[in-house]
């Protein structure tokens, strides 16, 4: 499995930018596809995610700005960035995770930065 992440970039606050992840290899429409983000001297967070298929997740810090979206056909998945600010400053990451017998593989792309400026 492949990850290729693209989108980043330098925006002003308010502005907005979309995120992309298309992924390869051997996957289904079920695994689940997220986008986690590292700040400098932060933790990475998950910032919102496809979980146990459909259902949609997003970290209370971006609901109402921030749509996760997946066009299966072409596995790829993508986060549009409305109203940002500059706290949302970070190195976004893809993810892809799936259980394989019953054991969870994680896999990640390089990472995109997305810098805000105020």
């Known amino acids: 499995v492949q990850l290729q992440a693209s ?13 992309s992840c298309a992924a390869s290899g051997s ?10 983000r590292q700040a400098p001297g932060k933790q ?3 910032v919102a995610g496809f979980v146990g298929g459909d259902s949609a997740k997003y970290v ?3 609901k109402g700005r921030f749509t996760i979206s997946r066009d299966n056909a072409k596995n790829t998945v993508y986060l549009q960035m409305n109203s940002l600010k500059p706290e949302d400053t970070a190195v976004y990451h893809c ?24």
Do not use: C, K, P
Not at 7 to 19: E, I, K, N, P, Y
Not at 27 to 36: A, C, H, K, P
């Open 7 to 19: 989108g980043g970039g330098l925006v002003q606050a308010g502005g907005s930018l979309r995120l």
């Open 27 to 36: 996957i289904l429409s079920t695994n689940d596809m997220g986008w986690y």
């Open 44 to 46: 990475r967070e998950l």
């Open 60 to 62: 209370n810090s971006v």
């Open 95 to 118: 993810n892809l995770r799936r259980i394989v017998f019953g054991r969870t593989q994680d896999y990640w792309g390089q990472g995109t930065l997305v810098t805000v400026s105020s």
